[in-house]
């Protein structure tokens, strides 16, 4: 049996009986030899929070860039498709955006209130938004995978990268004066609850099925999501995008970086990244378990997904791989309706907003 399935069959196992993320989490950290993982999944090495830190970043960037396309007049707003080797870390094209230049006069992010769609193990994100300025940051997991140690890793390394400079390097807009916050929370980790010790970064974890936050409408500025998106069915998708609607400000923006190949070629290199689309959706029901749910959307997909709902999309940045890794794989029939173009996109950043501002 190839390695992955392999994985997908000791996964599937998992996702059948009670706390299925938590024993899934215990078999990630310690039988690695026998289920390995992508680093980030378990571990926060520095690497891996200089790369979360540039994430941020850039959603911050992209918030700013969205907010100059919405004040353009609509015959001047543009769509801006660019591809990248990198895309988790683009780049705005100084041109691309009419008349949009990088926003290195603006100090911090605007005093605006944030939603994360999938909070994680580490809430690098969520913590570096605070520091660049962010009043109110929620963040959302249907089950949580918060531990005390894993929120202390986060603020010791805020605070080692702040002593040193390399954070104001890395993320730009972090403020200095929120720092102390950090330090007086890490001081409180032993004792607290990691939801508690979040709150003095005025961060509010939320466990629930995001289709129902339970928050006040328009209470959110900036809707955003890391490596989430493809996880999640399409029907489940569109009712969370109904809530982020009802929750939206006038000045709404969304930011999704989404990840397209198959999530097993991470575990086994040996696959193809696209292995996933050699499947029928009723063959692949025997690898897609809940603990590694794969929706194997393209982009257009997502595209259709947020028009839908009635955001614009303002611009993507996409990463296309060769035509040599599909020439791999033998299409399964029902994604020979997609073009060579969509069937190449590996990743992408997808930043929207409305369609129609509220009068």
């Not at 890490?186 to 995001?210: F, G």
């Not at 303002?314 to 173009?341: G, I, M, P, Q």
Request: glycine fraction near 2%.
């Amino acid at each position: 049996m190839p390695h992955w399935m392999l994985k997908a069959a000791c996964q599937g196992v998992l996702s059948l009986i009670p706390k299925s993320h938590f024993w899934n989490y215990l078999a990630q950290k310690y039988a690695a030899i026998f289920m390995p993982t992508c680093p980030e999944t378990v571990e926060l090495t520095s690497d891996v929070f200089e790369y979360k830190l540039r994430q941020c970043n850039c959603h911050i960037e992209s918030y700013l860039a969205a907010h100059h396309a919405r004040s353009l007049p609509n015959n001047r707003s543009q769509t801006i498709t660019c591809l990248y080797s990198h895309p988790t870390l683009h780049q705005i094209p100084q041109h691309g955006l009419t008349g949009y230049f990088s926003p290195s006069h603006h100090k911090s992010l605007q005093e605006c209130s944030v939603l994360e769609l999938g909070t994680g193990l580490y809430p690098v994100i969520p913590v570096g938004l605070y520091l660049s300025g962010a009043s109110k940051i929620w963040t959302i997991d249907k089950v949580s995978l918060l531990r005390p140690k894993s929120v202390a890793t986060v603020l010791h390394l805020f605070i080692q990268y702040a002593t040193s400079g390399r954070l104001f390097e890395l993320l730009p807009y972090a403020r200095k004066d929120r720092i102390a916050d950090l330090a007086v929370a890490l001081e409180k980790s032993p004792d607290l609850h990691p939801n508690e010790l979040l709150k003095h970064c005025n961060i509010y974890p939320i466990n629930c099925d995001a289709r129902d936050t339970k928050l006040k409408d328009s209470s959110v500025e900036f809707f955003i999501s890391n490596n989430t998106l493809e996880h999640i069915k399409n029907d489940v998708i569109r009712g969370i995008f109904t809530e982020f609607r009802r929750l939206s400000s006038n000045s709404c923006v969304i930011s999704h970086y989404i990840d397209m190949i198959d999530h097993y070629h991470y575990f086994d290199k040996s696959l193809s990244l696209f292995n996933f689309r050699k499947y029928s959706s009723n063959l692949f029901k025997i690898f897609n378990n809940s603990l590694h749910y794969q929706n194997r959307n393209f982009l257009v997909d997502y595209i259709s997904l947020h028009q839908a709902a009635g955001f614009k999309i303002l611009y993507t940045f996409a990463e296309r791989s060769s035509d040599e890794n599909l020439k791999k794989v033998t299409l399964a029939r029902e994604f020979l309706n997609y073009s060579l173009d969509d069937l190449l996109v590996t990743c992408c950043w997808m930043v929207s907003t409305y369609s129609e501002r509220r009068k």
